[in-house]
């Protein structure tokens, strides 16, 4: 019986070779039992930005209420005119294939080590026996707090001198997403009624990580997932997905999809800035899905605070509330928890607070 997915198996690392050809049965590593599927599309306005960068204060108004409804709601929105170069955005989706497209053997030089974030995985399988993921993943850190340009480094070191361009093209991404999430992190500081510059001094030496994920096409789409439901841990996400679509959400007791968008780059909160507001924006379950007949792309990037800085909301958002609704922690515990001791989902931040009080009880 010929294999749907051929795992090359080396120093306990496996490797996404090849999506099937002629398969009897599906693979049940990979099978999801019970999936739902999406009921509806998630219908909200985009959020654009122009006028903020231009420092006009009406439209700033403007696009921070549009966030706020959107965190209040379900912690999803996109964003436009992101002044991001759509050639940087480009460049950074074509040299995925880059990578993607080597031999299993090469990829593994980058295989991702056990309780890293950095690396390559081949459907997570280093991680995990059952629920795989269908999907590929290259992840790597970046950080301003050096002179030299870590991506490019990351790529040299790891893949050679052949990988210069492409650790360029991840440099100059990055630094754009740096970009851009300041001024959502001032958007969401404007939208909580803070001292706007606040998330944005807390996150100014922070470590984030770029995963480029690739979703090879499947033959039974409706038995698996590319990303199993989650939320996020981190403080928040920008998403640059392909015009193929797959990402849902969980709000309103139904899947949603959220289309592509041309243009658009998705930003949703994760666990992290949850407790950074004080619990009053949600970060929100979602997945992605895959198609049976074309690949999918896409580019995640998660900004995280320095990994020793304690995540403590603004007092004022303690006194609205009249209570601190999660105790002080620090990016590193939570992030080594999801890694080491549970997978995450609907609960991570929660399960995460639990587990940290009984080890220190």
Known sequence: MDSPLKFQEQSKGFSFESVFDKQAGFP?????????????????????LEGFFKGDDEATKQAANIIKDACLSHGFFQVINHGVDPDII??????????FMLPAPEKLKARRK???LCGYSGAHADRYASKLPWKETL?????????????????????????????????????????LSFAILELLAISLGVDRKIYRKFFEDGYSILRCNLYPPCQEPGNTLGTGPHCDSNSITILHQDQVGGLEIFTDSVWQTIPPLKGALIINIGDTFTALSNGK????????????????????????PREDKVVRPPQELVCSAGKRMYPDFTWLNLSRFVQNHYRADDNTLQSFINWSQSVNT
């Open 281 to 304: 924006y949600k970060s929100c379950l979602h997945r992605a899905m895959v198609n049976k007949h074309e690949q999918r792309k896409s580019l995640a990037f998660f900004l995280s």
């Open 139 to 179: 992840s790597f850190r970046y950080h301003e707090n050096s002179s030299d340009p870590v991506v490019l480094d990351f790529f040299k070191s790891i893949l050679g001198k052949d990988f210069e361009e492409t650790g360029m093209t991840y440099q100059k991404y990055c630094e754009a997403m740096m970009d």
């Open 90 to 99: 480009r460049d950074a989706e074509n040299y995925m294939d880059h990578f």
């Open 28 to 48: 049940k590593e990979f099978l999801w039992p019970d999936l739902v599927s999406a009921q509806q599309e998630l219908s909200e306005p985009p959020v654009d």
């Open 114 to 116: 056990p309780g890293s």
